[in-house]
T-cell receptor, first 115, second 112 residues
Framework: GAVVSQHPSWVICKSGTSVKIECRSL??????MFWYRQFPKQSLMLMAT?????????EQGVEKDKFLINHASLTLSTLTVTSAHPEDSSFYIC???????????FGPGTRLTVL | QQQVKQSPQSLIVQKGGISIINCAYE??????FPWYQQFPGKGPALLIA?????SEKKEGRFTISFNKSAKQFSLHIMDSQPGDSATYFC???????????FGTGTQLKVEL
C-alpha cells in the first residue's frame, strides 16, 4: 500500500504554545488529505479535509482558527494547533486517498500532550 | 444517516477460533466499505475492503461478507491468532477518495 508519514510522532508542549504536525504522502500525490483526532479507546473523529491549493473544509464543531491547516503541495499537509491547552491533548492522525482510487492510507499518528 | 454502527464493542476469541465483527449503515450512497486494523499507539492500517456489487471478498484469513439489502457487512477472521489482537474499525464512504465514516471500533483479544 501507499505510505503516509507524520512528524513528529510525539510532542509535549506547554499550555498556550502552538504545535505544528506534518503529514506527507511519500510515494504518491494527494490533492486531498484528512485530519482526525482520536481519544483513548474511541473511534477516529474527522476534524477537517485538507485541499491542496485551497482552504480546508472543517467538520461541524471544529474551530478553524484553533486548528490551522495548510496543504501547500501535493505531498504535504500541516496541522497547527494554536494556543494549545490540556484538552487538546490527543492522538492526531492524517490520511490520504490515492489519486483516482478508493483506498485511503493513514499516517502513524502524532501523540500531543499539552502540559 | 451518516452513522455506521459497529458491534460488538469488545471480543475475546480463543486461538484458532473465528472472530466476527458486524457493521450496519443507513446511507445508501455509500459504495466502498473498508476495514482497518489499529494497534495501540499506531495509525489504522487498511486490512480489506469491499464494494456493494459483490457479496463476499476473501484475502487470506480475512473475509468480508456484504448484505446490500440489509445494509450490513461483517468481518470474519479465520484461525484467529494472538497477533490479531487489535482494534478493528469498519468504515464507509461514497468512494473516490471522499471522507470515511467510521464505526465505533471493536477491541479484539485472541487468547492462547
Amino acid at each position: 500500500g501507499a505510505v503516509v508519514s507524520q512528524h513528529p510522532s510525539w510532542v509535549i508542549c506547554k499550555s498556550g504554545t502552538s504545535v505544528k504536525i506534518e503529514c506527507r504522502s511519500l510515494d504518491f500525490q494527494a490533492t486531498t488529505m484528512f485530519w482526525y483526532r482520536q481519544f483513548p479507546k474511541q473511534s477516529l473523529m474527522l476534524m477537517a479535509t485538507s485541499n491542496e491549493g485551497s482552504k480546508a473544509t472543517y467538520e461541524q464543531g471544529v474551530e478553524k482558527d484553533k486548528f490551522l491547516i495548510n496543504h501547500a503541495s501535493l505531498t504535504l499537509s500541516t496541522l497547527t494547533v494554536t494556543s494549545a491547552h490540556p484538552e487538546d491533548s490527543s492522538f492526531y492522525i492524517c490520511s490520504a486517498p490515492t489519486s483516482g482510487r478508493d483506498e485511503q492510507f493513514f499516517g502513524p499518528g502524532t501523540r500531543l500532550t499539552v502540559l | 444517516q451518516q452513522q455506521v454502527k459497529q458491534s460488538p464493542q469488545s471480543l475475546i476469541v480463543q486461538k484458532g477460533g473465528i472472530s466476527i465483527i458486524n457493521c450496519a449503515y443507513e446511507n445508501t450512497a455509500f459504495d466502498y466499505f473498508p476495514w482497518y486494523q489499529q494497534f495501540p499507539g499506531k495509525g489504522p492500517a487498511l486490512l480489506i475492503a469491499i464494494r456493494p456489487d459483490v457479496s463476499e471478498k476473501k484475502e487470506g484469513r480475512f473475509t468480508i461478507s456484504f448484505n446490500k439489502s440489509a445494509k450490513q457487512f461483517s468481518l470474519h477472521i479465520m484461525d484467529s491468532q494472538p497477533g490479531d489482537s487489535a482494534t478493528y474499525f469498519c468504515a464507509a464512504t461514497t468512494g473516490g477518495g471522499n471522507k470515511l465514516t467510521f464505526g465505533t471500533g471493536t477491541q479484539l483479544k485472541v487468547e492462547l
